[in-house]
């Protein structure tokens, strides 16, 4: 029978035997999967495990710092890389959410292989790809398929020329959990809602700015802690905030406002194919809209997605 504490076992064992002495290098995305799949390979290998977390800018509100931390805390040989200004520079003039897509797999690609190139002697790319990635290769959207995409191009960066490690290739996402749990991984980390690759930038409708990025990293915030504190958090699947460049006019005091709209989002989903929206308490969706409107500048209106997949999507790009 499959236990995750054998599954541990044996799989440290089998990474030992095939990578020796090996250098493996892996691009940690704070998520689920990349972090249960470095920490199985730190257990096999140590300090040859070389981690690289970018920063691309488009993540949550001081989540770089916190995952990176929360890294080091966790005695990963780990490089953060801030590359946020490449991103921005990238993204400026796109609206096509396909290109802003295209752009920041691009960019990511640049900066991991320079990253890369810094290891001396490497010889592996591990990665955190799960059984359903495997399945599902030709649907599955963020890095690794962005990755994906670009094989048929030619001129491969380098990296891409690794051999591959995936510890985590025959596990379901519910499996990956319970390895991550029987390894001691922080449950923050592994009850942490999915989060796509492209981050902020395809909750961003239009173009990307980082004063958009920040106002929205704000609004966020505030939505997630209060699904925290309401108890709300472990309930839901998915949550997120959407930036929509709609100006309406509001009132603030005795000024008259013409600011955007920040929309929130809350799913529930087994796996992300399909998904309905969560009926979150009033109560909690007012006092969510209070704080924006009262602390985030630049948003004068809340609304909430009522859409469920199909015919809508979990994200608004
Ligand atoms: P949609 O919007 O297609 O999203 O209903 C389904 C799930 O996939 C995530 N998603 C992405 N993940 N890169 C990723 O790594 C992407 O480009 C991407 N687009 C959507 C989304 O957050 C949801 O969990």
């Excluded at 966790?74 to 396909?98: C, H, S, W």
């Amino acid at each position: 029978d499959w236990t995750a504490d054998s599954f541990v076992e044996t799989t440290i064992a089998a990474l030992k035997e095939k990578l020796g002495d090996d250098k493996v290098v892996l691009g940690l995305s704070g998520g689920v999967d990349s972090s249960v799949a470095a920490v199985l390979l730190h257990h096999a290998i140590g300090k040859n495990l070389h981690c690289i977390f970018v920063d691309n800018g488009l993540l949550r509100k001081d989540e770089y710092q916190s995952v990176l931390d929360s890294y080091q805390h966790m005695g990963l040989n780990i490089k953060g890389v801030d590359a946020k200004q490449r991103f921005y520079d990238a993204l400026a003039g796109l609206t096509d959410p396909e290109k802003k897509r295209k752009a920041i797999g691009r960019v990511f690609i640049e900066v991991f292989d320079d990253a890369a190139h810094e290891v001396q002697d490497v010889k592996w790319l591990g990665q955190g790809t799960i059984y359903p990635d495997v399945i599902e290769s030709v649907s599955v959207k963020g890095p690794s398929a962005t990755i994906k995409s670009h094989h048929n191009v030619g001129g491969l960066p380098d990296f891409m020329k690794l051999k591959v490690v995936e510890p985590l290739n025959t596990l379901f996402k519910d499996e990956v959990r319970r390895v991550g749990a029987a390894l001691g991984i922080d449950p923050n980390i592994l009850g942490r809602h999915p989060f796509p690759g492209p981050g902020l930038a395809i909750r961003i409708l239009g173009e990307v700015t980082s004063e958009k990025v920040a106002i929205l990293q704000e609004a966020d915030a505030i939505y997630i802690n209060n699904l925290r504190a309401g108890g709300v958090y472990d309930k839901v699947w998915q949550a997120g905030s959407i930036f929509l460049p709609v100006q309406s006019v509001g009132v603030m005091g005795d000024e008259r406002t013409y600011e955007n709209v920040i929309c929130l989002r809350a799913v529930e989903s087994l796996d992300g194919m399909t998904a309905d929206w969560c009926h979150l308490p009033y109560d909690l969706l007012a006092k969510i809209s209070n704080e924006i409107i009262n602390n985030v500048k630049g948003i004068n209106r809340v609304v909430y997605d009522i859409s469920s997949k199909p015919p809508a999507t979990i994200e608004w790009e």
